[in-house]
């Protein structure tokens, strides 16, 4: 037995020896593959961007033959069906080159449909042929099918490719069956959840028109509640014209959940927070907890909790004390807050019963932000419509804001007041490139008494206008701290264009108008131009931009952020 051991460990270590080190690997040839996507095909970790520590992307020299199949494959899913990969050994590194030769260009596409799908298809006659771009267009159309009531659909695509002339003709045809209904729907509740409350949050219920979109509504409210672990909505017994449907839905076995995270972006600079939750207290998804926020800005501390209702509303609440520093003053705050909910997608409404008790201290300008304390009782009313396609990295859609909040002075409240808010994002695709566009106005009208100087618009920063920083653009007080306005118009333009799998550039224009009344002086304009990059990480866009002043280039402000900002 021994013997068997020492010659297992004599073997392991002549193969040890004789292994061969990884050497840098490069590509050569492809025009029209970037060569960190083919980094992926082959399974070799390319460092990130700020990862200069780490050198090029290596291989095993032994093992480069059995990647060049995988290679040509992908190209060829591209519609190069040519194309030809070998490896060289050149000194310490290997080259792959790529002959990618001819790429099939699309001749024909014929459709056969009961439903207008054209504009479901990403070809047309001239555009290159890919076989992910021709699998996708498949998905949308079978989804369009299901969202307009079609449960059962034959859809037949082809592609004939003619490698000789290097075309390819296609054909979609479409068979849909009956039009659907809902059926029987099924709830399986967890423990401590009615099956009735589960019920409330489904988007469809016996007798609707059959649609995947109703579907996926259920499943992003079921998920917006905490409590909830898992959701399955079982909709494929589809033999006839009534769809049953089983909701299986199960929540955290230890509802007790603590939470700790940080940040940092060129608003608010370092942040950290951390909750403590019960997801579901009592019962029913309802959450209660406790939350802590700390910014270099500001800071904050509160209760919150949150209940599912009928039919598509929620009640939610919070009480907390803030404190937060503004150019020129602090403010320290008591706030209490009820939100009544109703969720109608794309729509969102928000009723609101808001109490702030508000203390301004260590103020530069007494006498234009004077130190003392002020109560406000307010209502507020809020609607959203959002259509976009991701929160974070949005590529088509829009998203509509309307708020009004007010108060009447009495017991309760120091000043009878009306705020109106209002903005407009939109996002369309443009030739694998992306156009985007908001406008954010906003109005405040004082009707009597004084309101906190923390109601008024602030501008500047990576949320308005670049070029200037976190609420540093505007007319400035004795002491050359911002004072905020009463009106505000903002708009933002931008083009966002793919530069590799993982990075995206942006050129951007802002521009900012502000007032001492209930409507901006549109004869005085700040406005800003810049430049962004974008690394695509799997969190989001991780986003720097540079903003200056066209008419004053020593004004210019740098940025940092997750998330595009609309």
């Not at 504009?119 to 267009?137: N, R």
């Amino acid at each position: 037995m021994a013997v068997r051991k020492l010659l297992f460990l004599c073997l392991f270590a002549i193969a040890f020896l004789w292994a061969s080190d990884p050497i840098p690997l490069y590509f050569q040839g492809n025009r029209h593959i970037p060569a960190d996507k083919l980094y992926e095909v082959v399974g070799v970790p390319k460092p990130l961007f700020f990862e200069f520590w780490k050198p090029n992307p290596r291989i095993d020299p032994d093992k480069v033959r059995a990647l060049l199949p995988a290679i040509e494959g992908y190209y060829k899913s591209m519609g190069f069906y040519h194309a030809k990969a070998a490896a060289i050994l050149k000194g310490d590194k290997v080259v792959i080159r790529i002959d990618e030769g001819p790429r099939i260009h699309v001749a024909d596409v014929a459709v056969i449909s009961k439903l207008p799908i054209r504009s479901l298809i990403p070809f047309k006659k001239g555009s290159p042929f890919t076989a992910q771009a021709f699998s996708e267009s498949k998905k949308r159309i079978l989804k369009y099918y299901r969202n307009h009531h079609y449960c059962n659909v034959h859809l037949k695509a082809k592609a004939y490719i003619d490698i000789e002339k290097n075309l390819a003709y296609l054909v979609y045809d479409v068979t849909p069956g009956q039009t659907c209904v809902f059926g029987r729907i099924t709830i399986h509740p967890p423990k401590n959840v009615e099956a009735r409350i589960i019920r409330s949050l489904l988007h469809f219920s016996p007798g609707m028109p059959y649609s995947k979109e109703a579907i996926r509504q259920s499943y992003l409210e079921l998920y917006a509640n905490e409590g909830v672990e898992r959701v399955i909505i079982d909709d494929n017994d589809r033999n006839g014209s009534r769809v049953p449907v089983d909701v299986t839905v199960t929540t955290y076995d230890r509802p007790l959940h603590l939470t700790l995270g940080g940040g940092f972006d060129s608003d608010e600079g370092l942040s950290l927070q951390a909750a403590l939750k019960h997801r579901n207290f009592f019962g029913n998804l309802h959450t209660f907890g406790i939350e802590a926020r700390y910014t270099q800005v500001r800071r904050y501390l509160r209760f919150a909790g949150d209940m599912p209702l009928a039919h598509h509303n929620r009640v939610a609440g919070r009480l907390g004390i803030r404190q937060e520093r503004f150019d020129g003053y602090d403010e320290n705050a008591l706030t209490a807050r009820l939100d009544l909910k109703h969720n109608r997608m794309p729509h969102y409404f928000t009723e609101s019963l808001i109490f702030d008790r508000s203390e301004v201290r260590h103020s530069s300008d007494p006498i234009q932000t004077p130190n003392d304390t002020l109560s406000i009782m307010s209502l507020r009313a809020d609607w959203i419509a959002d259509t976009r396609d991701s929160i974070l990295d949005p590529t088509r859609g829009y998203r509509l804001e309307l708020a009004v909040q007010g108060a009447i002075k009495g017991i309760v409240s120091d000043a009878s007041y009306l705020k109106s808010e209002g903005s407009f994002a939109w996002d369309h695709p443009l030739h694998g490139d992306v156009v985007a566009a908001r406008i954010h106005a906003g109005s405040i009208e004082i009707a009597s008494g004084r309101i906190p100087p923390s109601y008024r618009f602030y501008a500047g920063g990576m949320n308005s206008n670049r070029a200037w920083n976190y609420r540093d653009l505007g007319p400035k007080n004795r002491a050359g701290d911002p004072m905020g306005a009463l009106s505000l118009v903002e708009s933002t333009l931008e083009w966002r264009h793919l530069l590799s799998p993982s990075f995206r550039g942006v050129v951007f224009t802002d521009l900012t108008w502000l007032g001492e009344e209930g409507w901006p002086d549109f004869g005085v304009t700040y406005p800003a131009v810049g430049v962004g990059i974008r690394y695509l990480s799997p969190m989001g866009p991780i986003a720097f931009d540079i903003g200056v002043d066209p008419k004053d280039y020593r004004q210019y402000a740098i940025h940092f952020h997750i998330g595009e900002l609309f």
